[in-house]
């Protein structure tokens, strides 16, 4: 019998470790970015085209390479960065293992370009599927070029498992916030399909992030700084009021280090405890600094997960770090005993000589109970006196005509006059069909045969909206109301690029929404179905947005469904909000027109009886 075991062909060895290191675009782009980076530069370029499938460039100013090293680097396990075992305790750089740049080569036609410094002429080498294809001198930039085209061009079904492209821009767009957040005194830019997304000048922690986020995030952080013996932080978190339906805006460093930990997570989260409702979650940029010798970041091949000697410690450090910075900067709730409350909307108070003391005129002689001849009360009149004789006040109220009604008949103060309203008349003749009574602004209350009938106001309305925007979507005819003044909305590159992908659907439900230059939208109407109310249209269609988000997250529906479900959340009839009695009415015929009455689109029940049985019961009849 012949020997089975052998060894693995190094092109066939090579894809396996790609299929763990680089599983879409986004992965190459963060080794890149990271080998970048580890090189010392303080530009660096990300230029991507179809949204990584066909190329993803960087360029740096870093050291660049020698013409040996330029060829070790696509090696198994080549790196420079650990010689013995001990150097595995004590890396501070991003890569480590040598295993991305010779896993892209296996899977994609790489071209690099690079040049030392010190040297006069660089090196360009061309790598096919793992195989040298051509290397020579070229002239070109003191630092590293490196070209990646056709990414799993020999893995078709590696490529043909692969998202839209708006799926995969938005993880390139995750990768480069990652590493451009971690390391704000380098510039950064991004260009995708020939426009800029990013352009990052160098600065601050906090200027990264409000490049990165938004310029209205300026208004929103608030810094946390804790220095101890065995962890460093430093960072920014939210303030509660803008906190978010997803986790998106989470991040946590470990020695500059992009890390995801549900542990560390909890220890910010319980510090926003009565802050935040349970469907919340708070915006923070946080960075650790520990002792490499006390963590271990070999234990994932992304390197995103990190396993700490003394992990009790680093929760408590930080979710006392948290609270204290809630506390001095004084976002939570608070009461100020010191503070006059009727003063505190004054602006700048009046000048003594402004402020005119209110006058009272009053007729010292009036009596109510002394009547005169006609047996009305006397010197009550709405007279006051003046220059010795009482004079008529036209503010005072006429006691004489008050007198004469509290002197008629029940009967009589009840009766309709003929120049009141008709409709009120017919009201009373002709009442509702079924009267109803809401509870607590929150439930609706019915009689029926067998009982009684309860319906969650709520959840009654989110399916009414949800059935009609789902048909909407399907028919293509939302109706749109157009707002007087179009309100600019400034999103994030990621949240921007799934709204293009989401636009005809998001104008299909009703919104009047148009693109207006760099990551920018208008809004210039919004779906009729949502009522003639006041409504905030930018934070309308951001709760849309992070509602879509969040609902992508729990559940796998198309993206239609998940539209619909969050524009029906948001602009629902909230519980606490009074309904009268044709509202009430109103809701209840929508719906029970409803394909799924009973069910809110939560899957919870809607309706609630009670029989007549149930409630004699109750009364131990």
Request: hydrophobic share 40%; with cysteine.
């Amino acid at each position: 019998m012949t020997d089975v075991i052998h060894l693995l062909p190094d092109a066939v060895a090579n894809q396996i470790a790609a299929g763990e290191v680089i599983q879409r675009p986004a992965s190459a782009v963060k080794e890149l970015l990271e080998n970048s980076i580890d090189a010392g530069a303080d530009k660096i370029q990300l230029i991507v085209k179809d949204a990584g499938k066909a190329l993803i460039q960087t360029i740096d100013n870093g050291c660049g390479m020698s013409v040996t090293d330029a060829r070790m680097c696509f090696e198994r396990h080549a790196t420079s960065k650990v010689k013995k075992a001990e150097d595995l305790f004590a890396i501070r750089t991003m890569g480590f293992r040598g295993e991305a740049m010779a896993s892209i080569a296996a899977i994609a036609q790489v071209e690099m370009k690079t040049r030392r410094h010190e040297d006069e002429i660089g090196t360009c080498i061309s790598i096919e599927g793992a195989e040298v294809i051509n290397q020579e001198p070229v002239a070109v930039a003191a630092g590293t070029q490196i070209a990646i085209k056709n990414l799993f061009f020999n893995t078709p079904a590696r490529r043909n498992f692969l998202k839209s492209n708006p799926v995969e821009m938005r993880h390139i767009i995750d990768e480069f916030q990652r590493v451009a957040m971690a390391h704000p005194q380098v510039f950064f830019s991004l260009h995708h399909d020939g426009q800029e997304v990013f352009h990052l000048p160098k600065g601050t922690l906090k200027q990264r992030i409000v490049h990165l986020f938004g310029s209205n995030y300026n208004e929103r952080l608030v810094p946390v700084e804790e220095e101890t013996t065995i962890i460093n932080i430093k960072g920014f978190i939210g303030k509660p009021q803008f906190a978010k339906k997803t986790r998106g805006e989470q991040f946590f460093f470990v020695n500059n280090r992009f890390i995801k930990d549900g542990y560390l997570n909890h220890a910010v989260a319980s510090a926003f405890d009565e802050l935040l409702p349970d469907d919340s979650f708070p915006m923070y940029v946080l960075f650790i600094e520990i002792d490499p010798a006390k963590i271990d970041v070999n234990v994932h091949p992304t390197k995103t997960e990190i396993k700490y000697l003394d992990e009790k410690s680093i929760y408590a450090i930080l979710k006392s770090a948290v609270k204290r910075s809630i506390g001095r900067y004084n976002i939570s709730p608070t009461l100020d005993f010191n503070q006059e409350t009727g003063f505190s909307g004054m602006i700048t108070p009046k000048a003594p000589e402004d402020i005119i003391p209110p006058s009272i005129s009053f007729n010292p002689e009036f009596n109510p109970f002394n009547t005169g001849e006609d047996g009305k009360p006397a010197g009550g009149n709405g007279y006051t006196r003046s220059g010795g004789s009482y004079q008529p006040v036209a503010s005072t109220k006429n006691w004489g005509s008050l007198y004469e009604i509290s002197r008629q008949p029940f009967q009589e103060q009840g009766e309709l006059h003929p120049e009141q309203d008709s409709s009120q008349s017919e009201a009373l003749a002709h009442p509702q069909p079924k009267q109803l009574m809401q509870v607590h602004n929150r439930y609706i209350v019915s009689q029926i045969k067998s009982g009684i009938m309860l319906i969650d106001q709520q959840a009654a309305h989110e399916r009414i909206l949800y059935e009609r925007f789902l048909l909407h979507l399907e028919d293509r005819k939302g109706a749109s109301q157009q707002s007087l003044f179009p309100q600019t909305i400034t999103l994030s590159a990621q949240d921007y690029e799934l709204v293009k992908n989401l636009l005809d659907d998001i104008k299909s439900l009703g919104f009047e929404v148009r693109e207006f230059g760099k990551n920018t939208l208008v809004v210039e109407g919004i779906p009729v179905d949502l009522g003639s109310t006041n409504i905030n249209e930018i934070q309308l269609f951001e709760q849309l947005i992070e509602g879509f988000k969040n609902s992508q997250q729990e559940l796998k529906l198309d993206k239609r469904d998940r539209l619909a479900r969050s524009l029906a959340r948001n602009s629902a009839i909230k519980s606490g909000v009074p309904l009268g009695q044709e509202e009430m009415n109103t809701l209840i015929n929508q719906l029970f027109a409803c394909e799924t009455p009973n069910f809110s689109i939560s899957g919870k029940p809607v309706i609630q009886t009670i029989g007549l049985a149930e409630l004699d019961k109750k009364f131990d009849k």
